[in-house]
């Protein structure tokens, strides 16, 4: 049984940084894509930002995060971490990881996506 759990989120000034990390049990990460979405309040879930399976080739869904997020992994521990830099206000979401066994490639769509974490929150405010 595949699971995934975030962590890291929070809450930080506009212009602060966190690291949010996702872990797996169950499935190996290191040649899946892993996509990252979020969801905020009385909006749809979004996909931020994906790295794939197959070469780790970086995917922005969201052109505000491009230049202040970045995903890589580490695969001895079996994870893979969203790095947010330079928050704003409009970062505050519930973020997720999401992946699927055979997804070697970032999918465009969350329905591509199976697997999924319980979320963690981020807050970005004074």
């Known amino acids: 049984q595949v699971q995934l759990v975030e962590s890291g989120g929070g809450k930080v000034q506009p212009g602060g940084s966190l690291r949010l990390s996702c872990v797996a049990s169950?499935?190996?990460?290191?040649?899946?894509?892993v996509g990252w979405f979020r969801q905020a309040p009385g909006k749809e879930r979004e996909q931020v930002i994906c790295?794939?399976?197959?070469?780790?080739?970086?995917?922005y869904y969201a052109d505000s995060v491009k230049g202040r997020f970045s995903v890589s992994r580490e695969n001895a521990k079996n994870m893979v971490y969203l790095q947010m830099d330079r928050l704003r206000p409009e970062d505050t979401a519930v973020y997720y990881c999401?992946?699927?066994?055979?997804?070697?490639?970032?999918?465009?769509?969350?329905?591509?996506?199976?697997?999924w974490g319980q979320g963690t929150q981020v807050t970005v405010s004074l």
């Open positions: 999401a992946t699927a066994r055979g997804l070697r490639y970032c999918g465009d769509t969350e329905y591509e996506y199976d697997d």
């Open positions: 790295i794939n399976g197959s070469d780790n080739t970086t995917y």
């Open positions: 169950g499935f190996t990460l290191d040649v899946h894509a």
